[in-house]
């Protein structure tokens, strides 16, 4: 109980001093009447006197009651919601007693009053005030005393508006996020004064008080969407935190939300957190809808970021369908480039508007999805290219109508394949899209040598290298080799039956600069030849642990498993890794005798990939693996086949350029400083901002606020000539994915009966009202109020016998008339 | 204050019909009245009659019995040989009244009066005494018409004040009646010690037919009072504080034992109690009594 409601208490009480001036002030000068049977009166004077005093005390004591109750009721006292009936049973057995009480004396006024109804009625008078004393006494042991805060106590508020770009749905032409502004600026409204207040948003930043109540409007208003919005369980993690170091005792969460799955997906416990300190009263606003019109276009992917001069882009979409079923036109379009743009212009970026476009219709069923492939119809020239993806037609969220994207033209990547005469590079010829079907298209540009012409080659003109089956190679060319991935390169090596030396290794496979290159010691050979008569025979086969590296990207995508089972390796050589801390080696690939298959080095500023197996065996002989043929025609082995090919890639470190990166991640771009100027300005999506300049470190360009989705073009000049480069953010699927979350899992996360749900201002205000101040008695109060009132009217017309009057003495006709007269 | 007040057309027409549809009743109710040991000097014989039980053995006519073998009583046609009085109380308590209509005094006025019309119409003499703590005016008993308007006179010229004493009065009562009258007593009996009573009732026991017409207002009977008052007795000037309502009941019970008691005595002392309120209509009132008593000789 604060001080502030004690003195409200008190006063109160002090009021109980009014009815009894008012009853003696109003004691009405009995009527004067002549009457000459007075003898008759005389007799019966002595018990008219004392029902006369008796009537009198008890119109006291329910003019004292009245003022009592009004007290009562205007201090609002309270209990949880959980102890309400024991108090109720107090309150109860309470007036019970009293009513005995009045009984009592007014049976005691009667000049034959019976003994045993008297002592009946105390009896029934003090067992009703026992049994009330021992239920107040048990509901305080139990913790729920009576509180008479009233709803004007400050409170310590959290308010947690959700801004991630969900809540730019708009439904009834207001968005969520405006609503969600609405309703926190009505909450800040109805927060008692001197009420601690923290905004909290779903950013990633520090929540903090607001000065005051303006300040706290002010951020409100100004809230805007953001891209990178967390989650609002780690956003109330973080409000919780600095509510638990609040001095005001009633604390007060307010989570204004659109409730979509998205927006509530974390592992982060605070239903814990909660349950620890219940003062906290969580309210849960709900300001979305179940009924979402949307067409979204969930997922982009490009064929390639990087194309050669000769390949057409091809994107593939995922659309899909929210309580709309219409055909809709999908845009696939690409700027042209214009040396001159961007521009600023009149304080505005100017970006190119003319576009290569190409269109298609399309149906979605409703609350359903497709898959869409759209190609260009023109071979883009050299260059950075940015392109959209676009359905047309309104829908509720305009965000995931258009996805942005960028992609790259240029030469194909140069690489060498080093193959001796008596190894088929077929294999790998056919992933770097070369040999007898290459197209114009091919993203590699392949030289094919043999090893011992290695030395002669210049290896500066490669961007990779892939060791088929190598030989025994002299300690130069191993350093050549290492040089060349110092320098940035990429090198693929696939051991074979080239490196024996009878059962062993040859020895130059061991040393320390070739150790270097592969990453360890080749130690000794595994061999678990076919035995055709062993049907249980237990082969080896590789046996993929985690699929998190970018050459297991189709691989990682596709939803089903691959039987490895079914391609055995027979042999393999073992590797023992290396551990040196600045040439990091990591397995990607074991078998299953969990010896390494695919070793990762990074060494200085390139990498190698070693598989231990060769890949270069024909299918008739196929000795020490069955990797790409497996068991018979047609069940080539279409997963090695992706990893090669995102080997390929990942070696000639195509994807080192991020030329569409998620929000918020870093965008990172070699600069070879002998094609691109040091330094650039960065003109962002948000075209009011003024450019940045952004300048090359370690060959690279690095740009890390992405968080608005849209095309990011870098414009510099390199020897007098504009160099037009850049890259897109794009949002993850997820983030507008407006599916809702389900209540069950609501409850886990916030604690079941932990949090109050309410969707409109009148719920809110009722719960707000329920949770500050628990169960009222006031309406009990009133009702009490009004029997006491009936019965103090009824006693004083019936005393006073005025009923046909003007003049009423009663408290109730006075409260009526407003004023007192005697 | 008119005579006419008290005889207005209404009543005496009242007091008429009474006469002629009641005239037997009236006939009877003063030959009852006349039932008395002086009858034997100023009679004339009327008829005869059949015996029945009750009746005075001495009236028997023997003559009859003999010629019949059956008992007839013998008839006398009644001679105004009976003096009538109106005792009127003039206590303060007399002039009180609930409704702001009619007082206990008026109201004895109009009885007293329709009496007096009665017995004058029968000849009878009728006199008239008021007292309080002493006789204050007194008319002769005469049986002639003007008697009537001068009793009247008196009455209306007269206001109750003074505290009655009905022992003194009753004294001087006895020694101004020379022989057995007909005492009819007007009066609330509100006094401070009941027992002086006893020296009318004493009147009775000197032979004397007495009629009491115990009158009280109808808030004396009913008490209609209700809430907080303070009564002022008008003879006394005693003032009471009192919860009208929580001492109704005990009131009612003690205005009814109050009359039980002198019903009681009355009885005891062959007077005739006719207790009245003001509400009541006195004629009816009246007559009743009349039928009462005609049954009872």
């Keep these: ?822 | 204050m008119s005579v006419e007040k008290y005889l207005k057309p209404n009543v005496i027409n009242q007091i008429q019909r009474l006469d002629l549809r009641a005239q037997f009743v009236v006939k009877g109710f003063l030959h009852g009245l006349h039932a008395s040991p002086l009858h034997g000097l100023s009679v004339q014989f009327a008829e005869h009659r059949r015996y029945t039980p009750g009746d005075d053995p001495k009236n028997i006519d023997w003559k009859v019995y003999a010629k019949t073998d059956k008992y007839y009583i013998k008839k006398f046609e009644a001679e105004s040989n009976l003096n009538g009085f109106l005792l009127m109380d003039l206590s303060p308590s007399m002039d009180y009244t609930y409704r702001q209509e009619l007082t206990k005094f008026d109201y004895a006025i109009c009885l007293a009066a329709a009496l007096t019309y009665l017995m004058v119409m029968q000849h009878d003499p009728v006199g008239l005494i008021t007292f309080n703590d002493a006789i204050r005016d007194s008319l002769p008993p005469k049986a002639k018409r003007q008697q009537l308007a001068s009793i009247l006179s008196v009455l209306a010229n007269t206001r109750p004040s003074g505290k009655t004493n009905f022992a003194k009065i009753s004294r001087q009562i006895e020694s101004m009646l020379r022989q057995r009258s007909l005492l009819m007593v007007f009066s609330d009996l509100l006094m401070d010690d009941p027992a002086d009573l006893d020296s009318l009732f004493q009147l009775a026991y000197a032979g004397h037919d007495i009629i009491l017409f115990h009158i009280m207002d109808e808030a004396e009977v009913h008490f209609p009072f209700r809430g907080a008052y303070r009564f002022t007795d008008p003879e006394s000037g005693t003032e009471v504080d009192t919860d009208a309502t929580g001492i109704r009941d005990a009131y009612l019970r003690a205005v009814e034992e109050f009359r039980e008691e002198l019903k009681f005595r009355s009885l005891k002392a062959r007077v005739d109690y006719l207790p009245l309120d003001t509400s009541m209509q006195f004629d009816k009132a009246l007559t009743e009594y009349l039928i009462h008593r005609r049954l009872r000789t």
């Excluded at chain 1, 392949?446 to 300690?475: K, S």
């Excluded at chain 1, 600069?671 to 003024?690: A, G, H, I, V, W």
Aim: glycine content about 6%; aromatic content about 8%; charged content about 20%.
């Design chain 1, 1 to 822: 109980m604060v001080l502030g409601n004690a003195i409200v208490l008190l006063l109160g009480v002090a009021l109980l001093a009014v009815p009894v001036v008012l009853h003696f002030l109003m004691q009405p000068k009995p009527k004067l009447a002549k009457f000459p049977a007075i003898r008759f009166l005389r007799e019966q004077q002595l018990s008219s006197r004392r029902t006369m005093r008796i009537r009198h005390w008890t119109l006291l004591a329910l003019r004292g009651l009245i003022i009592l109750l009004l007290a009562l009721a205007l201090a609002a006292p309270a209990v949880a919601e959980s102890a309400f009936r024991s108090w109720l049973g107090v309150v109860g057995f309470g007036l019970l007693g009293l009513l005995g009480l009045i009984l009592l004396a007014t049976t005691r006024a009667r000049v034959h009053a019976s003994q045993v109804l008297m002592r009946s009625l105390l009896a029934i008078a003090m067992l009703c005030f026992s049994i009330a004393g021992f239920l107040a006494y048990r509901a305080m042991q139990s913790g729920s005393s009576v509180s008479l805060a009233t709803t004007a106590e400050p409170v310590t508020a959290l308010l947690v508006v959700d801004n991630s770009p969900r809540m730019t749905y708009i439904r009834e032409n207001v968005s969520h996020l405006a609503r969600a502004q609405e309703m926190a600026r009505w909450i800040l409204s109805q927060l008692p004064a001197d009420s601690q207040i923290a905004v909290q948003d779903l950013g990633n930043n520090a929540p903090f008080y607001s000065v005051d109540l303006a300040a706290a409007q002010k951020r409100i208003d100004t809230l805007e969407v953001d891209f990178l919005a967390g989650t609002v369980p780690e956003a109330l993690r973080r409000g919780l935190e600095l509510l638990g170091n609040a001095a005001l005792e009633r604390k007060e969460v307010y989570i204004v939300t659109d409730l979509t799955q998205t927006g509530w997906s974390s592992g982060i416990d605070v239903a814990t957190k909660l349950k620890q300190d219940p003062n906290i009263a969580v309210f849960v606003i709900d300001v979305g809808t179940d009924r979402t019109i949307n067409l979204a276009i969930s997922d982009l992917r490009l064929a390639a970021e990087r194309l050669t001069k000769s390949s057409a882009l091809a994107v593939e979409a995922t659309m899909a369908s929210s309580g709309i079923d219409e055909e809709r036109i999908v845009q696939l379009a690409v700027e042209k480039p214009d040396p001159r743009l961007p521009m600023v212009e009149d304080g505005k970026t100017k970006v190119p508007e003319d576009v290569w476009v190409q269109t298609q219709t399309v149906s979605i069923p409703a609350d359903g999805s497709i898959n869409l492939q759209m190609q260009l119809g023109i071979s883009l020239p050299e260059g950075t290219h940015h392109g959209t993806l676009s359905i047309f037609g309104g829908d509720g969220l305009e965000l995931d109508n258009t996805r942005h994207f960028t992609v790259e033209v240029g030469e194909a990547w140069p690489v060498l394949v080093v193959a001796p005469s008596q190894v088929d590079p077929r294999v790998l010829l056919g992933v770097l899209g070369s040999g007898a079907d290459a197209t114009d298209a091919a993203p590699y540009a392949v030289t094919e040598i043999e090893p011992q012409r290695l030395l002669d080659q210049d290896l500066r003109e490669f961007q990779a290298i892939f060791l088929l089956d190598p030989p025994p190679l002299e300690e130069l060319a191993w350093k050549s080799l290492r040089d060349f991935v110092d320098q940035g390169g990429g090198i693929g090596i696939f051991l074979g039956n080239n490196a024996r030396r009878g059962s062993n290794i040859d020895p130059s496979f061991r040393q320390p600069v070739a150790r270097d290159v592969i990453g360890g010691d080749i130690s000794l050979l595994f061999e678990r030849p076919l035995d055709l008569d062993d049907p249980e025979q237990k082969l080896w086969y590789v046996s993929p642990q985690s699929l998190a590296h970018p050459v297991f990207e189709t691989l990682r995508r596709t939803e089903s498993s691959f039987p490895w089972q079914q391609y055995p390796v027979f042999r393999h050589w073992g590797l023992v890794l290396e551990e040196a801390p600045q040439h990091p080696t990591q397995v990607l690939l074991e078998y299953t005798n969990r010896e390494p298959a695919l070793v990762e080095r990074s060494l200085g500023r390139g990498r190698i990939l070693t598989l231990t197996t060769p890949i270069t065996e024909s299918r008739a002989n196929q000795t020490w693996n069955r990797l790409i043929y497996g068991p018979g025609v047609g069940y080539e082995s279409w997963a090695m086949f992706t990893i090669l090919h995102h080997a390929a890639a990942y070696l000639v470190q195509a994807g080192r350029d991020t030329l569409n990166v998620t929000a918020g991640q870093v965008a990172t771009l070699k600069n070879d400083p002998r094609k691109f100027p040091e330094s650039y300005m960065l003109f962002t999506p948000l075209l009011t901002r003024s450019p940045t300049k952004v300048t090359a470190n370690d060959d690279r360009i690095r740009y890390r606020f992405t968080d608005v989705p849209g095309h990011y073009r870098l414009k510099g000049t390199k020897d007098e000539r504009a160099i037009l480069r850049g890259f897109s953010s794009v949002l993850p699927p997820s983030v507008t994915d407006l599916t809702r979350i389900e209540r069950s899992r609501l409850d886990q996360i916030l604690g079941e009966g932990r949090y109050q749900l309410a969707a409109h201002k009148l719920e809110i205000a009722r719960q707000q009202g329920t949770t500050r101040t628990g169960q009222e008695f006031y309406p009990l109060i009133i009702l009490m109020l009004c029997v006491v009132f009936a019965m103090e009217y009824l006693m004083s017309n019936r005393f006073y016998n005025r009923p046909t009057s003007s003049k009423s003495h009663s408290l109730l006709e006075l409260f009526r008339l407003g004023r007192l007269y005697r």
